[in-house]
């Protein structure tokens, strides 16, 4: 299985359902490759923090940082 594969599998292999063949493609395929170990991890992280149902609270300062980059990238320029 490659990369591309992985990707496009990725919300079955997700699924508390998903088939054991794939599921043990996927996990041979993780082992080998840092960059997919990356994605997946980053996929179940941000399910977890939806399903949790909570907010998660940012740091005042890190939160003013976000406001400054996300307006930099929009043009208006940091506030």
């Not at 997946?40 to 149902?53: C, E, N, P, S, W």
């Amino acid at each position: 299985m490659n990369c591309n594969e992985v990707l496009e599998q990725l919300s079955d292999y997700l699924d508390e359902n998903a088939r054991a063949e794939l599921c043990r493609e996927i996990e041979e395929h993780l082992h080998q490759c840092h960059n997919c170990q990356v994605i997946v991890d980053g996929v179940k992280k941000t399910i977890m923090l939806y399903q949790a149902d909570r907010a998660v609270e940012v740091p005042v300062h890190i939160g003013t940082k976000l406001s400054a980059a996300m307006a930099r990238e929009y043009g208006r320029g940091a506030s």
